[in-house]
């Protein structure tokens, strides 16, 4: 029987151990650039065998909480490396989770006041986090044009190569817990009738399409450095109940064998979906960010983070290609 703390081998490298720390939010920098706190918080937990960081939006669009750090520009990147830079100096390997909330945001949090996008303009009953107001109901949501979708796509392509240019050893979607790419998965919230609606080759068109947009990119300097987080059957962030998930996941699993990513990370939230939706509570809203500050044990002592699974496939740390100006906090 294997042990929790013995180390996991890669075709490429070797993690310290089999514990991986699921993302949280922590909602503390408030120019959404990565800071010494940043620095700190990372180092403290570079025992885990691999961390996927918080959330990190690919673009100011792509916001749906407030004071997160993001990856949509050269000063991001230069601070984002020092992070790396600590974890790997401490031993560890470090993935960006690549983020944008799609309907989950509120106009306040968007570029000039605009409307969030998403799929379509179903609003959505839920919160976005907004720093000293708290939360606020999701505004109502403008539907993407069929022209528009590449250019998100895009978005989180350049963020990718920011990220490896930062030096992560790779990088994970966030295509889980009602977020944009799941609105797109789901039947109810994406009610499209061009080539991203509709079949579930179709809902699914632009996640897959994001995959192989980074994994081109990626593929310049190592392969199988790119993830998802897919969160099947969730009810979170007022995501309908959708009668076609084993249809979607049944074709969604061998297109994300075939394209040999570095992992899928599943989340389980039928818990805090509960909770959400529980009758003492007013409606459901996003996951607040963290606001203790926990310290990650060393690694005979660390238990395993909820809700995360050791990575499947090869996680290749490396700096190469880094072309990080010196960083401004």
């Known amino acids: 029987m294997k042990n929790l703390f013995e180390p996991y081998s890669l075709p490429s490298t070797t993690l310290n151990n089999r514990v991986v720390m699921a993302p949280m939010t922590r909602a503390r920098r408030p120019d959404h650039v990565p800071g010494p706190d940043t620095v700190e918080y990372y180092r403290q937990r570079a025992g885990a065998g691999l961390i996927i960081t918080e959330g990190v939006f690919v673009s100011p ?40 909330v799609g309907r989950m945001s509120h106009t306040s949090l968007q570029p000039a006041g605009a409307a969030p996008v998403g799929p379509s303009t179903l609003q959505a009953q839920a919160h976005a986090w907004v720093q000293g107001v708290g939360f606020l109901d999701a505004s109502r949501p403008r539907a993407l044009g069929t022209d528009e979708i590449p250019r998100l796509t895009a978005d989180f392509a350049d963020a990718a190569a920011r990220a490896i240019q930062a030096g992560f ?12 790419f799941e609105q797109f998965l789901n039947p109810h919230v994406n009610d499209r009738t061009d080539r991203y609606g509709g079949s579930a080759e179709n809902r699914a068109r632009f996640l897959l399409e994001a995959l192989d947009a980074l994994d081109a990119l990626i593929d310049r300097i190592g392969a199988q450095r790119v993830a998802v987080r897919l969160s099947p059957f969730t009810r979170a ?64 002592t660390a238990p395993a983070p909820k809700n995360s699974s050791p990575p499947t496939s090869s996680i290749s740390p490396s700096s190469a290609g880094r072309s990080s100006p010196t960083p401004t906090w």
């Open 61 to 100: 669009q792509a916001q749906g909480y407030s004071d997160v750090p993001g990856l949509w520009t050269d000063r991001q990147k230069a601070c984002w490396a020092t992070v790396t830079d600590a974890v790997h100096d401490a031993g560890g390997r470090i993935f960006a989770q690549l983020w944008h």
């Open 169 to 180: 050893d790779g990088v994970e979607l966030h295509g889980a817990h009602g977020f944009l």
């Open 237 to 300: 962030n007022d995501l309908p109940a959708d009668g076609q998930a084993e249809a979607m996941y049944a074709y969604l699993t061998p297109e994300l064998t075939r394209r040999h990513i570095a992992y899928v990370h599943l989340s389980g939230t039928s818990t805090w979906a509960a909770r959400l939706t529980s009758p003492r509570t007013s409606s459901r809203h996003s996951e607040p960010p963290t606001t203790e500050r926990p310290s990650w044990p060393a690694a005979s």
